[in-house]
């Protein structure tokens, strides 16, 4: 006996489907027997569910309700309760019926047909078994700010062991830059610091700076991550921070630094030179070039600082103590860490605060390394003998999960309206790095083109956000954060004029909106308009805007400029969509599996994010996610073994004929291939199905989404309305699509009826043309977007069969145009709709 | 949906969030009464706006759809309005001086018998090979624009 | 390379001086003007502001003149070129719309396929550097103030290969004829005379080019830089109506004309109102010195 149960979901199915008619048409068929319940997810329609399989000794279970991405699992834990929990199928008809279809009768029309589609495919069912998989008790964070060192201390603090991988020299990420945080004005660095030495020196946790992320490989529980640390050329345990290395005499006038710079590394102090000349003789004798030269007897010597080596020899044997070191590396270059603003030396740390304290040396710039000359200026120096020649490093790391924290960095507004190339034009970053104690002005606000303190500040809300040319969405933070630093630049300055130009003033959060009238107290314009252009008119900006309440044009005068630009996501967080591979929103972060209910969970198993990498947030978000990933990693790595279902392909050996066409196909190299026969290695297998696809003897097959489950699918359907456009969407992709249409409403025609399958790459070409022999009217597939298949290729692989079945298609008279494959992300519930009106018009 | 309404939504007018970019960069609305924003939100609203003489002051220049940030076509929509006010018989009669050139001559712009002097001593035909001196083709052109019926659209004519 | 001039009603019967630059020019750079029996564009700001079917259906009939002998349509004027870019775009992509105006221009035997590309002649040269290096005589050694103009940028779609907030395309041009482009504020902004404004408010359309005519006299350039006729009399005109400024203007094929050796009173470039005494008196001195 199979037993239907109907969900009215409230009003949400029964509002759109008549279910009296449904019951009706079911209760027609011998082995049915059908129940309704207003929320069948409900305990009381669980436990419905659970009586009536019991009662009724049922062997089969069809639940027509939502989609199985939302609550699939409630009801596959339920089933499982009194039977295999793989004897059961669902029927999607809310998100892709009653939610997408504008009329009820053909609402009800479509569900009956997913219904019987669903029946007919139950029917297939096998058990399928659980096989447990050793787990990793080792985790990595990639990415070390904020939010990454957060969850990297939650989880080390439950007894995991944490690899803490971080591509900058130091870890901190862009908190660390910043002057004061919203909405209390903390100091960030005085905030940030002691989670800086946590994560550091945590007995469970291993920084891995100025590293990258190569590969991801493996499975949940067991990933492998390859690494690759660029070298430091100084010792990272002989290095002790002290400085000498790195000291200097350049004293900024304005905070900018465009080019890099040459210095002097000696002084030679006229007063105490006796011009003997011992220096110049002993430089020609270690040294060709000499840097030093005596023009004649008496006089001081001439110095060339780009034939000096730093060997110190003048400065050692100097009789009169006449030569100083002033820059033991006498090349001077734009500050990372200050954005430009201030600079920094060949070896250097990014910031007096940085953590871990360890000097490196850049080999772009540094005249050892990249060869200019055999220079020995810190080499000499220093006293722990530190800067050394030094390789890459690669790793392979294995760890049992993944958190993603990479964080956002600012979109580029170069060559845009906002005359970014203007010296006085800065983002909000660079300003925290002006008013930052330890930042190139010490804390004091200097513009970067003279160093003159401003006395008109202009903030620009909504640089690159809310603008469909740059990052449609809003930032989210930078309503604060300019109103933080508006206020900071008042406190300091009350003199100064300071205007915010704005679309909507966002407040909302705890203590955000008394934060923002205390702004406006404190003498702070809000401007209601968004800003047109920036012109430069010399040192000086006239920023173009209009004061919308009053609808009159304004052209403000401003010394200083500051753009609050658009969050967008970070170059790591962008490399690690592409090597994981991870799912990208529309918007270009890290999606979440679900962004209600699992917000830091990615549709990979295992594989969690937290903080900027997933959407722009404030810094006490990023701390809720990293606190909420690492309660779901202790839960994902409670046991010493995750339990996997058996979903997999299996090799039937009796047919077998060992071509190795599946090995071939498998991007998880999941098929062993060196016993006596063909097998499949469980934990490996992805479940994607692409070798059962390939097979000439049909001996590899998929436990689950089998060929006879897909086309007694098919069957269903079209028995029940001819009228069909049978749409095989990937359960990662154009399903979702398909989901997020039918949440939104979007209406499409009910002849599309969807056959869910774990990969478009799954699909044959048999399977594509068999709807065609049940008489249905076209086929389409709802694929991932091009080079995001869940499993690499799937999609790629599945275009080159379509175009066959395309062929075919048209030499049956068919007409290759009733097949297409559509490239859809989670993300497109419009693109799916689309899609499918597309292939409806055409069918 | 009255027409006004209607040639804001032709051009995506409904997508606007009132930032006002568009009369921050308006070279004409630092002129004159043009402010864009405003218009495209009476549009919005279904005003009749096509009486209003500010109409006429805009030059096109694109400044404010090219930057809009939610893609209104703001131009676009000045444009249809145009059109709608010219049925309505609300437009700058200078204009009319165009229209009958375009009509007699197949351009806005006719030759000056200075110009085709000066055209003649450079080196050029005296009189340029368009249709103004392709009488076939300029009866074509106008009756062209009588199936469109522009020039009773424009003197008011057509009912 | 073979094209269809479409010279635009100003250059024709305005500013001839225009015309026969353009002539001289492309005709050194060995490209084959082509000329047909062309209406107005209709220009973009009055006719398609009255009517948009009858503005479309006049940019397609002059379409269909250069489609007849399978040749793209080359303008000189961003009027012009903004026109007939909108409405080929229009009755290329829009075949409902491109049955439509063909059924009318159908009655006077005429028909539109949407085979026909609109080039903007700055385009063209951007694409031919090598040429112009090969035509320049001498180095013109002029800072020019350079106008755009808005029909040449925005909307962007014409142009998804310039950058519209930061173009440099002309400026690589005048460089190859050793001219250096002066940085004034709102370089890329209106000359006022778009839309119809130019006739129907003369206060608004004055009122704009003042304010671009003083920023650009705040870099003291030596004459203004064009590439569009209607800029072009809007700023020799302008000058005079306001009785204010007296920099003398240049369109694109002139400056390059005189650098191909060509005399300035032969392209006719003293028959401007504001006077170019200067620029004609510098050029003059160069050609001596060869």
């Known amino acids: 006996m199979i037993g239907v149960f109907l969900c009215d979901c409230g009003t949400n199915i029964a509002g759109n489907t008549d279910m009296e008619y449904l019951k009706e048409e079911l209760s027609k068929e011998d082995d049915l027997i059908v129940h309704e319940s207003i929320f069948l997810c409900s305990q009381l329609g669980q436990d419905l569910i659970k009586e009536t399989i019991e009662k009724e000794k049922l062997d089969r279970v069809v639940i027509c309700s939502c989609s199985p991405k939302h609550h699939g699992d409630i009801f596959k834990e339920c089933i499982g309760e009194k039977m295999n929990p793989y004897l059961w199928e669902m029927a999607n008809i809310r998100e892709q019926c009653s939610w997408a279809t504008e009329n009820k009768n053909e609402a009800t029309q479509k569900a009956l047909a997913l219904i019987k589609g669903a029946i007919e495919a139950s029917r297939t069912l096998q058990e399928i078994g659980q096989a447990k998989v050793p787990v990793i008790k080792d985790v990595m964070v990639i990415g070390g700010g904020i939010a990454g060192m957060h969850a990297a201390i939650e989880i080390a603090d439950k007894g995991f062991h944490v690899y803490l991988v971080e591509q900058n020299p130091n870890i901190g990420g862009n908190m660390c830059k910043l002057d004061r945080t919203f909405p209390t004005d903390d100091c960030s660095m005085c905030t940030i610091s002691p989670i800086l030495n946590e994560t550091a020196m945590h007995k469970n946790i291993d920084v891995l700076t100025m590293t990258d992320v190569e590969d991801v490989s493996g499975h949940p529980g067991e990933y492998t991550v390859t690494t690759r640390s660029r070298p430091r050329y100084v010792d990272f345990t002989a290095c002790t921070g002290c400085g000498d290395c790195a000291q200097t005499d350049l004293v900024m006038e304005t905070p900018t630094l465009s080019e890099p710079l040459w210095l002097d590394r000696i002084k030679i102090h006229e007063d105490l030179c006796n011009g003997c000349g011992a220096c110049a003789k002993l430089c020609a004798k270690q040294n060709d070039p000499p840097a030093l030269t005596q023009k004649e007897k008496g006089a001081i010597s001439d110095y060339d600082t780009r034939k000096c080596v730093g060997c110190w020899v003048c400065v050692e044997k100097c009789p009169k103590k006449a030569v100083e070191i002033i820059n033991v590396c006498p090349i001077v270059v734009p500050s990372e860490f200050n954005l430009g603003l201030g600079f920094r030396k060949a ?29 020995q200026g810190c080499t000499t120096i220093c006293k722990a003998k530190a800067p050394c020649q030094e390789a890459e490093e690669v790793r392979q790391l294995r760890v049992g999960a993944i958190v993603v924290a990479t964080g956002y960095e600012q979109y580029d507004l170069s060559g845009t309206e906002y005359n970014l190339e203007h010296p006085n034009v800065i983002t909000g970053l660079e300003l925290e790095r002006l008013i930052s104690p330890s930042g190139p002005t010490l804390g004091e606000l200097k513009r970067p083109s003279d160093g003159k303190i401003p006395q008109r500040v202009v903030f620009v809300q909504c640089a690159g956000s809310r603008d469909r040319r740059y990052a449609e969405y809003c930032s989210k933070i930078c309503c604060m954060y300019a109103t933080k630093n508006a206020r900071l630049v008042k406190a300091d300055h009350p003199e100064i004029d300071v205007t915010i130009c704005y679309i909507d003033l966002r407040a909302a959060g705890r203590g955000y909106e008394e934060y923002y009238d205390q702004a406006r107290e404190m003498g702070i314009k809000y401007i209601r308009g968004n800003v047109s252009e920036i012109l430069a008119d010399g040192d000086e900006l006239l920023v173009r805007t209009e004061n919308t309440l009053l609808n009159e044009p304004l052209l403000l005068e401003a010394d200083l400029v500051v753009l609050s630009t658009a969050l967008v ?68 790595l409670k046991d010493d073994q995750l339990t996997v279902d058996l979903v997999t392909s299996h090799i039937n050996p009796d047919i077998c004929i060992k071509c190795g066409e599946c090995n071939e196909i498998c991007n998880y190299d999941a098929i062993d291939t060196e016993g006596e026969n063909y097998e499949v290695v469980d934990v490996a297998c992805h479940a994607c199905g692409m070798c059962t696809t390939v097979c000439p003897t049909n001996a590899i097959e998929l436990r689950y989404y089998s060929d006879i489950q897909l086309e007694k699918a098919v069957d269903g359907i079209l028995e029940k309305d001819k009228d069909s456009v049978i749409a095989y969407c990937c359960s990662q992709c154009g399903y979702n699509a398909a989901d997020l249409a039918g949440t939104a409403k979007m209406r499409y025609s009910p002849e599309v009826k969807i056959v869910r399958v774990p990969c478009s790459g799954r699909v044959t070409i048999p399977q594509m043309l068999y709807p065609f022999t049940r008489g249905a009217k076209g086929v389409m597939i709802g694929a991932c977007l091009e080079g995001q298949c869940h499993y690499i290729d799937g999609n790629i692989k599945e275009k080159d069969k379509v175009a066959l079945a395309k062929q075919v298609l048209d030499l049956m008279g068919i007409g290759g145009e009733k097949l297409e494959l559509f490239n859809i992300s989670s993300a497109e519930g419009a693109k799916f709709v689309e899609s499918a009106e597309r292939m409806v018009s055409r069918c | 949906m009255n027409p006004v309404e209607k040639a804001a939504r032709d051009s995506n007018v409904e997508k606007c969030v009132q930032c006002g970019k568009c009369t921050a960069g308006c070279p004409s609305g630092r002129q004159s009464r043009l402010r864009t924003r405003t218009l495209v939100q009476m549009a919005y609203q279904g005003e009749d706006v096509t009486g209003l003489p500010e109409l006429w002051d805009c030059t096109t220049c694109y400044n404010c759809a090219e930057r809009c940030p939610k893609g209104v076509n703001t131009v676009d929509t000045i444009i249809l309005l145009r059109n709608l006010a010219v049925k309505k018989g609300n437009f700058p009669k200078i204009h009319l001086n165009a229209v009958e050139n375009l009509y007699n001559t197949g351009n806005g712009f006719p030759l000056s018998p200075e110009v085709a002097q000066i055209r003649a001593i450079i080196g050029l035909d005296k009189e340029p090979h368009d249709v103004s001196t392709a009488p076939e083709e300029l009866e074509k052109v106008k009756r062209i624009m009588d199936i469109t019926g522009f020039l009773e659209l424009v003197r008011g004519d057509r009912k | 390379m073979k094209l269809s001039l479409f010279p635009g009603c100003i250059a024709k019967n305005m500013y001839a001086s225009i015309e026969k630059s353009t002539r001289f020019v492309f005709d050194r750079l060995g490209v084959e003007l082509v000329d047909h029996r062309y209406t107005c564009c209709p220009a973009p700001g009055v006719f398609r502001g009255y009517d948009i079917d009858t503005w479309v259906t006049l940019g397609g009939r002059n379409l269909a003149e250069a489609e007849k002998d399978g040749l793209d349509v080359l303008t000189i004027c961003n009027g012009c070129y903004g026109s007939l870019h909108g409405s080929n775009q229009i009755l290329q992509e829009d075949i409902e719309k491109r049955e439509e105006i063909n059924e009318v221009l159908e009655q006077v035997g005429k028909r539109y396929n949407g085979g026909v590309e609109v080039l903007h002649f700055a385009d063209v040269l951007s694409t031919m550097h090598d040429e112009i290096q090969e035509q320049k005589e001498f180095d013109l050694g002029l800072r020019l103030a350079v106008h755009y103009g808005c029909h040449y940028l925005r909307p962007s779609q014409h142009h998804e290969s310039v950058n519209v907030e930061n173009p440099h395309i002309v400026e690589d041009i005048l460089e190859l004829v050793g001219c250096e482009s002066v940085d004034f504020k709102n370089r890329l902004s209106c000359c006022g005379a778009g839309g119809g404004v130019w006739s129907s408010d003369e206060e608004v359309a004055l009122g704009v080019l003042q304010e671009k005519l003083a920023f650009m006299s705040e870099a003291e350039p030596e004459a203004i830089l064009d590439i569009c006729p209607f800029c072009h009399l809007q700023f020799d005109q302008g000058q005079k109506r306001l009785q204010k400024f007296s920099i003398p203007v240049l369109h694109l094929n002139q400056v390059l004309g005189m650098a191909f050796g060509e005399r300035p009173k032969k392209l006719a470039i003293h028959t401007h109102l504001v006077s170019t005494r200067e620029i004609e008196k510098k050029v003059k001195g160069l050609k001596k010195n060869l």
């Open chain 1, 347 to 375: 070896i250097y740390v990014p910031d007096s605060q940085a953590v871990p304290l360890k000097y490196l040396r850049d080999p772009e710039t540094c005249l050892q390394l990249n060869g200019t000359m055999e220079c």
């Open chain 1, 569 to 636: 996501p970070s170059r790591g967080t962008k490399h690690l969509i592409e090597t994981i591979p991870l799912v990208p929103g529309k918007d270009g972060f890290i999606a979440p599996v679900h962004v209600k209910i699992a917000p830091v969970d990615t549709a990979t198993t295992g594989i969690f994010i937290a903080g900027t990498a997933e959407a722009p947030k404030p810094i006490q978000e990023c701390i809720t996610d990293a606190g909420a990933v690492a309660s779901r990693i202790a839960t994902f």
